[in-house]
């Protein structure tokens, strides 16, 4: 199970444990966005101190609806407990946690201020 809060600011947050190339762990607080199909968003001063490999480029539509292309990265997470690659899109914003590190979860949060989140593995 991960967990996280929700802040005064009505976002939602949650610790990602990612892995650097020497396998040290960092946390990086990331807030949860439905609206972001892929794994995470993270600005490239974190990527560069990860030694992330550069993967590709991927073309990404913002909230506005513009498209841009933006760098991706293999980087591993820890999460349930297990190692894993997953891509990450080099993003100038706050990190972001997408709904395909959720798919195959129950997420449930209490929505007040320091309200508490639980990411549940779904059998």
Known sequence: MESG????FRTIV????????????????????????GNLTLPVDVLNSLGA??????????????????????IVVKW?????????????SEPLLGMSMLWGSRVSFDAVDGGALTIEEIA
Do not use: C, W
């Open 80 to 92: 349930f407990g297990n190692e894993g690659e997953v891509l990450a899109i080099e993003s100038e």
């Open 5 to 8: 809060l929700v802040t005064a």
């Open 53 to 74: 490999k550069l993967f590709g480029t991927r073309l990404v539509e913002l909230a506005d609806g513009s498209l841009v292309q933006l760098d991706s990265y293999l």
């Open 14 to 37: 949650v610790p990602v444990e990612v892995l650097d190339d020497q396998h040290n762990s960092l946390f990086i607080d990331a807030m949860i966005d439905t609206g972001f199909n």
